[in-house]
């Protein structure tokens, strides 16, 4: 039998979705750099429908 240990896992209300698509549109001050595909992976499963469509930037 395996030990793993309890994972807590979190969801977004509406309310938050929103602030986080809002803030996700502003403007930043320096260009991200995505240099590992495993990131974008990571940031795709986290935010889902909400992830800035990275794949496309450049």
């Known amino acids: 039998m395996s030990?793993?240990?309890r994972r807590?896992?979190?969801s977004l209300t509406a309310d938050s979705r929103a602030a986080l698509r809002q803030w996700l549109s502003e403007p930043v001050?320096?260009?991200f750099q995505l240099r590992n595909i495993?990131?974008?992976d990571r940031i795709a499963e986290r935010f889902g429908d909400a992830a800035p469509?990275?794949?496309g930037a450049g």
Do not use: F, N, Q
């Open 3 to 5: 030990m793993s240990r």
């Open 8 to 10: 807590k896992l979190y």
């Open 53 to 55: 469509d990275l794949a």
């Open 29 to 31: 001050g320096e260009r």
């Open 38 to 40: 495993g990131e974008l």
